[in-house]
């Protein structure tokens, strides 16, 4: 049975191919007890620990906040915060953990069955009881994992983009959310619940001790992939591509902007833009972009390759940076691209391969064509770093 055939208790049951078939990006799937025997990865003190520290994206939403109903307010917070805030009807929300807690990272390796480059981030929200951000869509594919104590998650249907929403606060709160009869459940821990983009969904904390894991997916807007795919084809044309317009019919009117002129103008951005090869190029340089750039620390001085195989032999780990991204692309049998963090390199396909499904890098990886230089070109991008590293 391959992969894709095999039945999955994360998914309920249902195998890869069914839930891609019938559920992804179509319809939600309320998998109960889809991790047995869970217990979460952190607790909510852990996470308000994440949320005091610079650089983390946390927020806080207060139901009946005191500068209003629906309080929103940004990170880094401190003790003083969350000794203000009241018993019950908040939530904090932390994005990225898996970029700062292995055991929570390790959950990403449960959804191999999707594309890794979908993949967006794993955030985690805390609420007591009461604690919700309100009814709302999401953009993104997101699987809803009970981490612990109970929340109660009510759906309303696929909403139109056009949805009302409440006015003068910084949510995005539906004003009119119906909730879909049946399609309202509490959630215990180990239960999961995948939603698709647009679908409205309202989540209650019913505990003081609930915690909501998000696996979030990462799909470009056609706003944003025009704009980038343009930006990164701009760059490589010659300055001699333009407009053309020889062989012309005399205008009957000078000033008019005919038909003819308005469809070479199409036919020229059509044509150019239409290139597979480069669209493919763009496309594993776009899916690859960290989410925070910043997160990624190059080295100052190159590595040698020769040193970066010595180090390799005498047992130490290469692991990839929490936050990098990988994907490869073959462009024939022998040789692929392999995109790391927003850029491309071309490499043997063999080395790509394994360099995008690996997060720890030993010695055996030398055996492969060009290890050693890409390695050393990986580890100066900051996109690998010595397992010692992160030891210390
Ligand atoms: C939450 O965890 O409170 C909200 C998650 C979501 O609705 O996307
Ligand atoms: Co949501």
Redesign the pocket.
Known sequence: MSPSDTPLSLLGGLTPAEFLGEFWQRKPLLIRGAFTDFHSPLDPDELAGLACEDGIEARLVEEDGAEGLWQVSHGPFDEATFSRLPDRDW?L?VQAVDHYVPEVAELLGQFDFLPSWRLDDI?I?Y?PKG???GP?V?QYD?F?LQASGQRRWQLGGRVADDAPILDGIDLRILADFQVDPGDDWVLEPGDMLYLPPSWA?H?VSQSDDCL?I?VGFRAPSADDAITSYADYLGEQLPASRRYADAGMTPPQDPAELDDAAVERMRAMILETLDDPAQLAQWFGRAMTQPKYVDQLVPNEHPTDPAELVAVLHEGEALLRSPGSRFAWRAMDDKRATLFVDGDGVDCPLALARVLASRHTLKADILELDGASELLAALLDAGSLAWAGEFEE
């Open positions: 939530t929300l955030m929200s609420a604690g919700s951000v709302h999401d997101v809803l969904h989540g909501t998000s």
